[in-house]
């Protein structure tokens, strides 16, 4: 199956190995290089990300703001994202 963010039309099998993917990060010894949770406001396919995480030079920077709203690019992480959340 190829990546997610390489498929044209997402449909329930892709949206169900994301999901299982991110179990398995939850759960498991994984460290992730970053940690960014969104918010999609989906009638008006905008995002805006609510916070940040991410180690540099042995510490870990954060941002827990929330940034400004801006429209979901065509390609990418956030417009997969878009078409599995907002069906």
């Not at 960014?36 to 954060?62: D, H, M, W």
Request: proline residues 7%.
């Amino acid at each position: 199956m190829p990546p997610i963010n390489l498929v044209e039309e997402i449909d329930f099998d892709h949206a169900l190995l994301v999901a299982m993917y991110e179990e398995i990060a939850n759960t498991s010894d994984i460290q992730p290089q970053t940690t960014i949770s969104y918010e999609f406001n989906c009638p008006r396919k905008i995002v805006r990300e609510l916070s940040t995480s991410l180690p540099a030079n042995g510490q870990a920077a954060a941002r827990n703001a929330p940034g400004n709203w801006r429209y979901v690019s065509t390609e990418g992480n956030e417009a997969a994202l878009l078409k599995i959340l907002c069906r």
